[in-house]
């Protein structure tokens, strides 16, 4: 059984072409004129791209006292309604808990998704035994990347101590470390500030996190990783000086990489001074949104280079949970969706208005994510061999954004109201159809685990400061060049 993509034109990361694709085991097995198999999906006035990959999501995510809503069923399809195709979870220890343990825990939540998956492993917490785990869970567990949230201080942030250990392990490894980078000491400051002083509504949260925190501590963290002889992915990039500090040491030589969210692109600040508590509790997230200047800087990177990733950072929380921050800004849970809307929300206020290429749409939103996590071209790519993870895209087909008719299990949606031209026709995930004009025909556990080797270790012995001995020319030979 093959199906074949009719009449369509195929447009990848570097190339935009008329084509037909034809499918067969899951995977692309010819591309060119005149192809016939057993089905055909007619792609006429459509763009074939590789499906999204959002590299960024916390689906049933233990989180600030509850779970986030959408799970690995849910959340991916939401994904797939929205052309994504893959999604990269956080496995994250509590602090004190052993990293095999909760990954194991978040297998167990990922059997039921509904598109591939890979995760991410947090370092919550610094031990040898945490030493020892992470190399099981690069070598065994296939899983090159390891985050660190420099925030939500008592709780998942680490120290600059543990960071520069882990760091330095992750350099030994060939893995990638992620960071949330903002100064979780500074905020737990203003928040309290904040607090003392009688702010206690949504509004609160932005004060609480200036564009300054997260500057500073993106500039940490290249610092720290250009001393550990390692790369580094800044995650959520959502601000100018974050931005500078990221294509600053880009301009060095240094493999530094910046994760705008679409929330951020698309929406500001003044989110937060709605007169509705509920409006603007269900916007808090970290870092929150920002002002036009910052929007202006976030998109010339994604133009330009100096940014390579758009993600979601999708992790929903009902009313009803938001609610639990009713008298005090801290206790709302933090975090926004943006799985289904991510790809037709960058469409339509990035390509329809000019400021970036379809070619860059397919880079930021699919391409160079695999190339940085090193699943290309597995993954992001159309070519014979590359998995049949596809969008057919239909540029006219328009929809108003309506919690109504979305696939996440919240009940509202940040992006409400907003008209986007740009949507799948299809959604092909390993070559089943998952989307097909906007009917959902997704595939509970369909979904299998994408594993994602080491890049060239470093090496074996960097585990010390006294060993690193040139960090910026070790820095360059620890990860191949992705061209991203
Ligand atoms: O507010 C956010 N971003 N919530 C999700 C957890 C995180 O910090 O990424
Ligand atoms: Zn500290
Ligand atoms: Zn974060
Ligand atoms: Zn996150």
């Known amino acids: 059984m093959s199906t074949v993509i009719k009449g369509g034109t195929i447009v990848t990361a570097d190339l935009t072409y008329k084509a037909d694709v034809k499918v067969e085991g899951g995977k692309i097995v010819e591309i060119g004129p005149n192809l016939s198999g057993t089905e055909t999906l007619d792609a006429t006035g459509c763009y074939i791209m590789p499906g999204g990959i959002d590299p960024h999501t916390h689906l049933e995510m233990p989180f600030m006292g509850t779970y986030s809503s959408d799970d690995f069923e849910s959340g991916t399809r939401a994904a797939l309604a929205g052309g994504t195709t893959m999604v990269v979870d956080f496995a994250l220890p509590s602090p004190g808990q052993s990293l095999l343990e909760a990954l194991t825990m978040w297998d167990n939540k990922s059997t039921r998704a509904n598109c591939d998956y890979s995760f991410h492993m947090a370092i919550t917490w610094w031990s040898e035994q945490v030493f020892n785990e992470m190399e099981a869970i690069v070598k065994d567990k296939g ?28 350099a030994a490894l060939g893995a990638l470390p992620l960071v949330h980078a903002e100064n979780g000491d500074v905020v737990a400051q ?38 550990a002889g390692c790369p580094v992915y ?3 990039t959502s601000c100018e000086q974050a931005h500078e500090a990221i294509r ?11 994760e705008p969210l679409i929330q951020h692109l698309t929406l500001d600040e003044t989110e937060y001074f709605s007169k509705d508590w509920d409006h603007a509790a269900r916007r808090v997230m970290s870092p929150p949104f920002r002002n036009k200047r910052h929007q202006d800087s976030l998109w010339a990177g994604l133009a330009s280079g100096s940014l390579q990733v758009v993600a979601t950072d999708h992790c929903a929380f009902t009313t009803a949970q938001k609610r639990f921050g009713v008298g ?39 391409t160079n994510i695999a190339k940085i996590l090193n699943i290309y071209p597995k993954k992001g790519a159309i070519l014979v061999g590359a998995d ?41 995930t390993r070559g089943v159809v998952a989307i097909e004009e906007g009917a959902v025909k997704t595939q509970e556990g369909h979904g299998e685990f994408v594993r994602r080797d080491p890049f060239p270790a ?18 360059r030979s620890g990860i191949p060049a992705t061209g991203v």
């Open 190 to 227: 203003l928040q309290a500030k904040l607090l003392a002083e009688g702010n206690s509504g949504p509004e609160a949260h932005a004060y609480s996190r200036p564009a300054e925190v997260e500057g500073e501590a993106t500039n940490r963290a290249i610092m720290i990783a250009d001393m």
């Open 388 to 428: 049949a993870d596809l969008v057919v895209w239909d540029p006219k087909r328009s929809k108003t954004i309506a919690a109504n008719s979305q696939q996440s299990a919240i009940d509202y949606n940040v992006f409400e109201g907003k008209t986007v031209t740009g949507l799948p026709r299809f959604t092909l």
């Open 143 to 170: 899983i090159n990347t390891f985050k660190h949230f420099m925030a939500y201080k008592g709780a998942l942030m680490v120290d600059d101590d543990e960071m520069f250990s882990s760091f330095q392990r992750c």
């Open 328 to 366: 005090d800004f801290t206790k709302i849970p933090n975090g926004t969706g943006g799985l289904e809307d991510r790809m037709p929300m960058l469409w339509t206020y990035g390509v329809n208005t000019g400021r970036i290429t379809m070619n860059e749409f397919v880079a930021v939103t699919s």
């Open 458 to 475: 470093v090496s074996t012995a960097l585990s010390t400061w006294k060993e690193v001995t040139a960090p910026r020319a070790v820095q």
């Open 234 to 236: 800044v995650v959520h």
């Open 248 to 258: 600053r040491a880009r301009a060095k030589g240094m493999r530094v990489f910046g």
